[in-house]
């Protein structure tokens, strides 16, 4: 899910940056020390929005640069639990799927990939008795089983449900059974 979040920091503007407009050289900064970071452990800051206020700034002893507390709003991307996302797969291997799900990547476990006993074979996966085939490049949706914001961003991913997995795959299966 996307989320508008409202940040009140002290940006730093070194000294070499002072020729620029004040507002510029915030935004600058703000883009260079907060978008692909993780805020609050929980959410991954996409990009700037605004920049609501500005106060007069500080200089710090042994510090030539101006420190400003700063009001601004960033869009950040916040994965919940049991989210359901559209991703298309961008790799994939014996371990599973990993799927870019637009900020980051997911990687469903090959046993959460169908809700089919699943075959690695020349770069795809493979339902045994399904016979659907997911390999790079497919269209997919996906549940959130697990977050992790340690550091990076990890999304654990899931297609057993119905409903879910290769766009269009379990339609194919049931227009054969019809023609049996």
Partial sequence: MYEIVTIRDKIRVEPQKMKEEKIEAIREEIRQNYIGKMAEEKMLLLGLVSIDSVKEGIIIANDASIYYD????????????????KGQISNISEIGAIINIGPVDGLAHISQTMDDFVDFSK???VGRKSKISMKVGDTVSASIIAISTKGIMKVGLTMRAPGLGKLGGKKKTTEKKEKE
């Fill in 123 to 125: 770069n795809q996966l």
């Fill in 70 to 85: 700063t009001v601004f709003r960033m869009m950040a991307y916040v994965p919940t639990l049991h989210e359901t996302v």
